[in-house]
């Protein structure tokens, strides 16, 4: 979601100027209710998950209360024991706690990993390196028929257009270092 607002906001003068921002808003709109769905699904996941471990640590006390008070009054076990077992009990839910609470660092460390494996795994665009260099700049354009589209959609169709003295613009003209002096 962080990736796909980044890019929208950097190539808004793009997608304006391509008249894209229908399906801009319709690509948003999909991964927005992605992750809605998502967080929905792990919601539900740890509103069960969460009390089924507080009740079993709860039955655990409940249990180690029963069997000492039983122990104590039998007189097989005095109260140092029987305060000695509460505390051990504590001291042995209290690391699977801790592993409940990086349980769900992990998750959301795992699911950022992917993204970034998901982004070196990619595989480069086709035909980057293809055309031909630029000899001479006279400082005209010319568009000779010009097409273009996004996937299946054209965009711009049969363009022809010829402007003579190009003025330099951000888009076009002196090199970087010599527009920042």
Request: glycine residues 6%.
């Amino acid at each position: 979601m962080n990736s796909l607002l980044h890019d929208n906001v950097a190539g808004m003068r793009q997608i304006k100027a391509y008249a894209m921002e229908q399906e801009e808003h319709e690509r948003f709109n999909l991964a927005s209710d992605a992750l809605r769905r998502a967080s929905l699904h792990l919601m539900r996941v740890w509103s069960i998950y969460r009390p089924s471990m507080r009740f079993l640590n709860n039955a655990g006390y409940l249990l180690v209360l029963w069997f000492g008070a039983t122990e104590l009054f039998k007189g097989t076990l005095t109260k140092g024991e029987f305060a000695l077992f509460i505390l051990v009990l504590r001291y042995f839910y209290e690391p699977i706690e801790q592993i409940h609470s990086l349980n769900q660092l992990f998750v959301g460390g795992r699911s950022a990993g992917e993204r970034v494996f998901d982004i070196l795994d990619s595989e480069e665009e086709a035909d980057v390196d293809a055309g031909r260099k630029l000899e001479e700049i006279k400082g005209h354009i010319v568009y000779d028929h010009v097409h273009f589209s996004y996937g299946k959609v054209p965009t711009v169709n049969d363009v022809s257009w010829r402007r003579c003295r190009a003025r330099p613009s951000p888009w076009w003209g002196r090199p970087a270092r010599a527009r920042a002096r």
